[in-house]
């Protein structure tokens, strides 16, 4: 079984602090991405990277960075926290051989006050 | 802009009864579809997919139909069981980007 987890379930930070948002997977999975699900928005694409030190913006990348320095780790980062960032975070991996499928962790719910 | 929309929030269903969640999207380019199934406080975890050059794909009790002319998609549930009792994501792709929609809770009633 493929296993992706998230450094916290919850998390409550102030406005203005960084934040960092851990994910680890363990089935040696080349993609890796980063999501907010916000109510009546769905899930909205932050980044994805394509392997180790590889990434590309998805639609809503401002306030967010990326650090992919291991294959199995990818962290999201917010420079700044502000209050309209108070989300749900997912976490998702994909394996390229095996299909378009993606494995999501449990997520992380972000407040930001 | 929306590109992938489930335009029914929720739906309730008798058990045993047909469920039919439906999702329209506007992009010709989306070449793959996928349907993800959430339950609260987990990960959407992936239910079932199909290739845009097929029309139909069914695994167990779910069925996947795809219309391209109408850029539709449609997951159906026969019989429905309280354990399908969830959120329901269609998601669709082009190149390595993938588009959610926004979700349908679904309640299937005993």
């Known amino acids: 079984d493929v296993k992706v987890t998230q450094s916290s379930r919850y998390l409550v930070k102030r406005t203005g602090e960084k934040v960092f948002l851990e994910c680890v997977q363990d089935m040696d999975h080349e993609n890796m991405f980063w999501y907010r699900q916000d109510p009546g928005l769905g899930l909205r694409l932050i980044y994805f990277?394509?392997?180790?030190?590889?990434?590309e913006k998805g639609d809503i990348p401002e306030g967010y960075s990326v650090s992919r320095e291991k294959k199995e780790r990818f962290s999201l980062i917010l420079e700044s926290a502000s209050t309209n960032q108070t989300s749900m975070y997912l976490c998702?991996?994909?394996?390229?051989?095996?299909?378009?499928?993606?494995?999501f962790g449990p997520g992380t719910r972000l407040t930001v006050l | 802009d929306q590109q992938v929309k489930q335009n029914s929030p929720s739906l309730s269903v008798q058990e045993g009864r047909i469920s039919i969640l439906n999702c329209d999207y506007t992009n010709s380019m989306f070449d793959y579809f996928l349907w993800y199934k959430k339950y609260p406080a987990e990960g959407p975890t992936f239910l079932i997919s199909?290739?845009?050059?097929?029309d139909k794909n069914e695994d167990g009790r779910f069925t996947v139909f795809l219309n391209k002319s109408a850029k539709h998609l449609s997951l159906h549930i026969v019989p429905s069981q309280p354990g399908d009792s969830a959120v329901y994501f269609c998601?669709?792709?082009?190149?390595?980007?993938?588009?959610f929609g926004t979700g349908t809770s679904l309640t299937v009633i005993p």
């Open positions: 199909i290739s845009s050059i097929k």
């Open positions: 990277s394509y392997d180790v030190k590889m990434k």
């Open positions: 998702a991996t994909r394996y390229l051989i095996s299909g378009y499928e993606q494995f």
């Open positions: 998601a669709a792709r082009t190149g390595n980007q993938f588009y």
